[in-house]
């Protein structure tokens, strides 16, 4: 007897479904019926669509899923997935009773905000699908490379709405998956024709098969139930099953929504004439009959268990599973029941339907036909009632300091690539978990010295034609399990997605990876809603985007970046930096490696009130543009400060008019200004800036903890500026937005003369750009002679 059609199973995964179905609708009912509203917003919660997986979600978590399984389960069926939770034993009713309040359960499943069993978050629309395509092919990376204690492999499952699958997001992520072999990765698609505003198109599914089986997917089509397959046996049933096929979807929803006479007046009307027919539709009652024409496989517990119970490879699965919008409830079918919700009417209906007594609307067993003990120890027995969400990773040491080759000219983006090979070299154990993976630009953001050295991943041995052709070439391209980097197509969605699936494999896996990301610093923005997901879900990566700012001027305006520092400022999770030098990037990313490991302790630190000890992702804003570089030996105090995002390259004495502070590559301009005014102004001072965010970030902290009485809270940048004259004025300079550091002067109230790029599109060489946006040493001398009226400078008049 197949497993589905256990006699002790099946009523059990009956009842529960029933229970799950009736709160997550009383759980979003209560937060918009009953819940004392302070705002007057509404709440909202979609009784709908999370009813439409109700019954797949009962197959999946109380009957399929092994611990290793992950699920990222569609953010509208989330009440269902926490009514499953508190039926675990792993939700609690207040969290419930606060669905979407403060502290409550959230509104989509969430990694961070939850404290429950979410393996993915989903709150954004397709992107914990595509999650779920590269953690499998992670999960195949920390296994080809064969460490110690790795969990066993689970399937990676996504729970998808079908008008999800407008995102482009997840088409790219197929592509990518088709390219490097994915496995051990399930789609379920929420097929139940409906969208937020309409009813999707006719014949969808036919394109999905389609293009999944062109892709490599075995695809599952799960349409009719148990009571329709039984019914298409019987006389006039295959005149039954043409005209089910042939239905339109907006007229198989109305009548879902109308109901068991509206069934049976259309069918007669098209169908009914053919005595076989007839007889089989007059054979059920009103009630049997809307029954039997909702009976689609998505919501027949038998038809779920088996298909997935059948699937017994490893191989990319997509299983389209047909389902009613709104299943089980008033709603049902309805156009409008996305955003809909219940009545209070239609809820006390739905209560007597459920045989819920007022007052033990929370109950677990309230309303079900077994008993609560034969339910509790259905419930006990579960495999993922004790289940490890999130593993504990070992963190990996890095060294006290990272060696900088020397070079007396040269960019940050060569000497990143510069230190990686370095590290490439080493048989440190914290180099054995770095993973590098770009977008197409491997070679061209200089990530190609490290890939010589440590090779690309594959599942099998790929050789380098080219090598083994005896062809000379600077690059070895030879794939292996054993290779620490993921080539991946030119698509940015894909990139952000890669980052947060590896960096979270700490959690996942059981292992530690040590991510780096690299891509053109313009193309950020063309990922990121996926950037945001990562540092949502609170993955651990280094993003190194480079080249920036106007270092492609030749290129034209689509290659040149203006607002990404103020992208790296306001992403949560994410810290930024733009060093100038070499020697100040090696301190960055040797923090770095460190810091994308740290999580616990919650207090700011005492010097930055920055919150360090939490860790997080980290992003670095490099160049192209080769500068001359400074030879000195910095203190750990003149490190620190590196890190806390500022320090004096040239230090303001007591009578100062004027402190110029300046970002990243523009550093030969700053020095230049600086020295163009020194005859006339001898205190002036020149501020190195490798964090506007960390800077920032830290005098806000400060502030606020100053609020609340802390009155010796002071940041890193208030210290820094602390000593200056009131009448100081500053000029800041970046090769980005002027926004980016034209807040310093907030910090004690000195005037401030911001200079950046506003526009883009000009080409032209760096000079002239530089000339022309107003940002070269000449320019910098203007405004700051602008800013602080007097005395002429007169090398500056001279010069011009």
Request: aromatic share 8%; charged share 20%; with cysteine.
């Amino acid at each position: 007897m197949p497993k589905s059609r256990d006699p002790h199973v099946l009523p059990i995964l009956s009842d529960l479904e029933r229970k799950v179905l009736w709160l997550s609708a009383w759980m979003i009912h209560n937060a918009n019926h009953l819940r004392e509203s302070t705002d007057g917003l509404k709440v909202g919660g979609h009784q709908a669509s999370t009813a439409s997986l109700t019954t797949i979600l009962t197959a999946l978590y109380f009957h399929i899923l092994r611990p290793e399984d992950r699920v990222a389960v569609k953010p509208h069926a989330g009440p269902a997935f926490h009514a499953i939770q508190y039926l675990l034993g792993k939700q609690t009713r207040e969290r419930m009773e606060n669905f979407r309040g403060y502290k409550g359960v959230q509104s989509y499943p969430s990694r961070t905000k939850d404290a429950v069993d979410v393996d993915f978050s989903t709150g954004s629309v397709g992107l914990g699908v595509g999650q779920t395509l590269f953690s499998a092919l992670v999960q195949d990376y920390v296994h080809a490379h064969e460490w110690d204690k790795t969990p066993p492999k689970g399937r990676m499952i996504a729970l998808a709405g079908d008008a999800e699958l407008d995102e482009g997001n997840i088409f790219e992520a197929i592509l990518e998956g088709w390219k490097q072999g994915v496995r051990n990765c399930w789609w379920v698609i929420d097929y139940n024709r409906q969208s937020l505003d309409a009813v999707v198109r006719e014949g969808l599914w036919a394109r999905y098969e389609a293009l999944f089986r062109d892709f490599g997917w075995d695809v599952v089509i799960l349409k009719y139930g148990v009571l329709l397959e039984e019914a298409f046996q019987r006389p006039g049933g295959d005149a039954l099953r043409t005209w089910i096929d042939t239905c339109p979807n907006p007229l198989y929803s109305v009548l879902v929504f109308q109901g068991g006479a509206a069934w049976r007046k259309r069918l007669n009307d098209d169908i009914g004439d053919q005595g076989d027919v007839s007889r089989l539709i007059e054979s059920y009652t009103d009630d049997e009959l809307a029954r039997l024409m909702t009976n689609l496989a998505g919501h027949d517990l038998p038809t779920l268990i088996d298909a997935f119970g059948s699937i017994d490879h490893d191989r990319p699965v997509c299983v389209i599973a047909y389902t009613i919008k709104g299943f089980g409830l008033p709603l049902a079918g309805h156009k409008d029941n996305h955003a809909g919700l219940m009545t209070p009417t239609q809820m006390e209906t739905f209560r007597k339907l459920m045989n819920v007594r007022e007052g033990h609307e929370w109950d677990m067993f309230e309303g079900l036909k077994l008993s609560e003990n034969d339910l509790q120890a259905f419930l006990d027995a579960s495999p993922l009632k004790t289940r490890i969400t999130n593993h504990k990773a070992e963190r990996f040491a890095i060294p006290e300091h990272f060696e900088v080759p020397p070079q007396k000219v040269t960019s940050t983006q060569a000497g990143f690539g510069n230190l990686l090979n370095e590290i490439g070299k080493s048989d440190a154990p914290y180099a054995e978990r770095i993973v590098t993976t770009s977008p197409d630009v491997t070679v061209s953001t200089n990530l190609g010295a490290w890939v010589n050295r440590r090779g690309l991943f594959a599942r099998e041995n790929m050789a380098d034609t080219f090598k083994k052709e005896r062809i000379p070439s600077t690059y070895n391209w030879e794939f292996s399990p054993k290779g620490q980097h993921f080539e991946l197509g030119i698509a940015e969605m894909n990139l952000f997605t890669m980052l947060s699936a590896l960096g979270l494999s700490h959690a996942i896996n059981g292992q530690r990876l040590l991510p780096v990301g690299t891509l053109y610093d313009p193309f950020i923005q063309r990922g990121l809603d996926a950037l945001n997901y990562a540092c949502y879900q609170d993955a651990r990566f280094i993003l190194v985007a480079t080249p920036s700012g106007l270092t492609l001027a030749p290129e034209g305006g689509a290659h040149q970046s203006i607002n990404s520092p103020m992208i790296g400022m306001a992403q949560d999770g994410l810290a930024s930096f733009e060093p100038a030098y070499v020697d100040e990037l090696a301190i960055i990313m040797r923090w770095a490696f460190d810091y994308i490991q740290r999580g616990g302790n919650q207090e700011p630190s005492a010097s930055s009130w920055l919150h360090d000890d939490t860790g997080g992702s980290v992003y670095l804003r490099l160049s192209t543009r080769p500068i001359e570089q400074l030879t000195r030996t910095l203190t750990d105090a003149d490190e620190q400060a590196v890190i806390d995002g500022a320090y004096w390259l040239r230090k303001p004495g007591p009578n100062c008019q004027v402190v110029v502070a300046y970002s990243g590559a523009i550093a030969p301009e700053a020095i230049e200004a600086v020295g163009m005014m020194a005859e006339d102004r001898r205190d002036i001072g020149l501020l190195a800036v490798t964090s506007s965010d960390r800077l920032n970030a830290g005098w806000t902290a400060a502030s606020k903890a100053r609020e609340k009485g802390l009155v010796h809270a002071t940041s890193h940048i208030e210290r820094l500026l602390g000593d200056l004259p009131h009448n100081c004025g500053i000029v800041t300079v970046v090769d980005a937005h002027p926004a980016t550091l034209s807040w310093l002067g907030s910090v004690h109230g000195h005037r401030v003369r911001p200079l950046g790029i506003e526009h883009f599109g000009q080409t032209g060489t760096l000079q002239d750009l530089y000339r022309h946006y107003g940002i070269d040493a000449a320019a910098i001398v203007a405004a700051a002679e602008a800013l602080t009226p007097g005395k002429p400078i007169r090398r500056y008049l001279q010069a011009v």
